[in-house]
């Protein structure tokens, strides 16, 4: 039960980021993004500068990957999430969110050549309904009639900067030790949020951060969705296997909405639930369809080899 109960820990570590994202999206964006960093570098700091340090030739020799990496799934996508909670509701950003592995599944197809079964891209294109269900409010076929949510399209900023990210941890990450990876990826966003950041103060003004609670909530960014749950997700993917840890993630959209409801008072209606099925099942077609596609392969083999003997 222990990597089980770690995976549980990381998803509602993930939905919080969600739900708290939301509670203070007073602070701007780029604000909230730069303070969550700037707190998750001080705590890996003590834990990856060694290694970081030793390891400096390698991340300068691929100091362009680094800095995708640094961007895409560091800056970028917290900056697109936070930005996409100023206008939506959580249950939207989560059940958008959920849509991520499908989407980087199609960018494996074009940018690493990676080859799809009938029923992966059958979940590609069910994740990708369910997304645009939530965009459209469940409207698909009413164009005319539909409020568009920027917010909503904010969020596919995020889903198409993760999906690079994944591509970059597949073609890069291996070259580098983990902790130090994280601590140099969130040294370098830092760097990179920092004058965007001044300039956001100087436009809208610098936020006020005496308020108790939005330290208690930066704080809570900083450390449990930017590191703890990290740490939780990387020991349960070497207990499980990373197939059966991501099946988890897929309850990330159940358990925002039901804090969405609880603690922010969202309301949560048929649309939501029927989205979010919808893109949680798309999802496991397209994560496991080729999983399942060679157990059957495998199992005929074994039945004609045991025929044949």
């Given at each position: ?6 995976m ?19 602070l ?33 020799q691929?100091?362009?990957p ?6 895409s ?6 900056i ?19 849509a991520?592995?499908?989407?980087t ?23 990708l ?5 939530v ?11 539909l ?17 690079i ?5 597949k ?7 983990p ?11 830092l ?16 936020p006020?951060l ?13 450390i449990?969705p930017?590191f703890?749950a990290?740490i ?9 296997s ?14 925002t ?8 008072g ?15 099942v798309?999802v ?21 080899v045991?025929?044949?003997?």
């Amino acid at each position: 039960m222990y990597p089980y109960l770690l995976m549980i820990l990381v998803v509602f570590m993930y939905a919080g980021n969600i739900l708290i994202g939301k509670a203070i999206n007073e602070l701007p964006p780029l604000t909230i993004t730069f303070f969550r960093l700037l707190i998750a570098f001080i705590v890996l700091f003590p834990i990856g500068y060694r290694s970081a340090w030793k390891n400096r030739s390698v991340f300068l020799q691929y100091k362009k990957p680094v800095l995708v990496l640094a961007l895409s799934g560091i800056a970028l996508f917290n900056i697109f999430i936070y930005g996409s909670l100023q206008f939506t509701t959580s249950s939207n950003v989560a059940i958008l969110e959920s849509a991520i592995p499908a989407v980087t599944v199609i960018f494996s197809v074009f940018i690493l050549q990676e080859k799809l079964k009938k029923l992966q891209w059958a979940g590609v294109v069910l994740s990708l309904i369910g997304a645009l269900w939530v965009i459209m409010d469940g409207k698909l076929f009413s164009l005319t009639s539909l409020e568009w949510n920027i917010g909503d399209f904010i969020m596919i900023g995020a889903i198409l900067s993760w999906s690079i990210y994944s591509i970059f941890v597949k073609l890069h990450m291996f070259r580098f030790p983990p902790y130090a990876a994280v601590l140099v990826m969130t040294g370098v966003g830092l760097l990179v949020l920092f004058p965007a950041a001044i300039i956001e103060w100087w436009v809208v003004g610098v936020p006020s951060l005496g308020n108790v609670n939005y330290l208690i909530a930066l704080l809570y960014l900083g450390i449990f969705p930017s590191f703890i749950a990290l740490i939780f997700y990387n020991r349960a993917v070497n207990l499980l296997s990373a197939s059966k840890a991501s099946i988890f993630l897929n309850f990330l959209p159940v358990v925002t909405m039901i804090g969405a409801s609880i603690w922010l008072g969202e309301q949560i209606t048929w649309m939501h639930i029927i989205g979010a099925i919808i893109v949680i099942v798309g999802v496991l077609l397209t994560t496991q369809g080729g999983k399942l596609k060679k157990r059957e392969e495998i199992s005929e083999l074994t039945t004609k080899v045991k025929g044949k003997t």
